[in-house]
């Protein structure tokens, strides 16, 4: 496969802070997204404050906790960390399945249909290729930037998309969606000068390398994206494209929002992030995808600190992140998360609930 830029090795220190950047980009962007989730984007500054940069986490006393879309993506990398330490990239599809099920039961707050089905599916003993369902949510794009950062080459990197995909849905625009976002988050994580007609001629690549039909509509999205870099905030884009009222769990509409805040910001953490925000709607998945792509580039150094620190959830903190990104960056394998920590995350989880339910009756209130 021809590539627009060399695929280089890092070495230990680079490659942690790109793994890290990606990891915590994305929970940051999740946890102070997932405030304003399914918020009307004219809502979104009238609710909390205006979102600039003196913005700080909603959640819970200034603080933030994490949603499946942070989850999903360490479970991806928990995954890959396996097939690593035991050299065998076959079963990652089995690992991965086997962090959902565990995850499932845990009664987790706000799971997307499709993943849930297909979580029940994979507890009754159906098989990884087989579990998913027709669907075109975001669920495989919240796990698809730290694929394109730790895979090997493109091969494993259609690879480990599609098996990922088919876990949990099995619409082939989830998959091309997924196969655009991994896209994005190998070429932050290798490209320091980030060029829009390059990232669509290295994904165009990638599409013909994994044989992919259909990708007409995504492309004509994805040319808008770039038609308007430069000449439009993310906003505004998200408006002419029809998402006044905020960006739906739909992934052809999540992707090109996601691309868009990403390139018009590429190496600028903070306006990325905020920019997909203050579009409304699935903001933790925006924000998450977008945090994950542009942390990349950033690495934890680019993160504001204040917003890591202001992390705060059990088991998946910032410690926890660090460990696995410094595995993931030596080759080596600790087990992180043992199947003891069930327990405890169960509680963590009706705590979340509560917490997510009580800002639902905060939305409640004015001002509208």
Request: glycine share 8%; with cysteine; aromatic share 10%.
């Amino acid at each position: 496969m021809t590539k627009p830029f060399p695929i280089t090795d890092h070495d230990t220190d680079d490659r942690f802070d790109t793994i890290a950047g990606c990891l915590l980009g994305g929970a940051v962007g999740d946890a102070l997204g997932l405030p304003y989730e399914r918020i009307k984007s004219a809502r979104v500054n009238r609710l909390y404050g205006k979102i600039d940069g003196q913005f700080h986490h909603h959640l819970i006393l200034n603080r933030g906790m994490l949603s499946d879309d942070t989850e999903h993506a360490l479970f991806t990398a928990m995954a890959i960390d396996m097939c690593r330490a035991n050299d065998n990239t076959e079963k990652f599809p089995r690992y991965l399945a086997g962090f959902l099920k565990r995850w499932i039961i845990s009664f987790p707050a706000g799971v997307g249909k499709a993943t849930l089905i297909a979580c029940g599916r994979l507890l009754i003993g159906v098989s990884p290729d087989h579990s998913g369902i027709s669907s075109a949510g975001n669920g495989p794009a919240m796990r698809a930037p730290i694929i394109g950062v730790l895979a090997k080459d493109e091969n494993q990197l259609i690879k480990f998309v599609r098996q990922s995909t088919r876990i949990t849905h099995r619409n082939p625009k989830a998959e091309l969606g997924a196969l655009a976002i991994a896209a994005a988050g190998r070429f932050a994580s290798r490209q320091e000068n980030i060029n829009g007609d390059e990232y669509l001629n290295y994904l165009q690549q990638l599409f013909i390398e994994a044989e992919c039909e259909d990708t007409e509509k995504l492309f004509d999205l994805l040319h808008s994206v770039i038609s308007s870099i430069g000449n439009q905030t993310t906003e505004e884009f998200a408006k002419h494209i029809g998402l006044q009222f905020g960006v739906s769990g739909y992934i052809y509409h999540t992707v090109p929002i996601v691309l868009h805040a990403w390139l018009n910001h590429p190496n600028d953490y903070q306006e990325a992030v905020l920019s997909v925000i203050r579009c409304g709607g699935d903001t933790d998945t925006t924000a998450a995808i977008t945090g994950g792509i542009v942390g990349a580039c950033v690495g934890k150094s680019g993160i504001p600190e204040q917003w890591i620190r202001g992390l705060f959830d059990f088991p998946f903190n910032e410690n926890f992140i660090e460990k696995l990104a410094r595995n993931l960056a030596q080759k080596e394998n600790t087990n992180l998360y043992p199947i003891s920590l069930f327990p405890l995350i169960l509680l963590r989880n009706i705590s979340f609930f509560l917490v997510i339910m009580a800002h639902v009756f905060r939305r409640l209130l004015p001002p509208y």
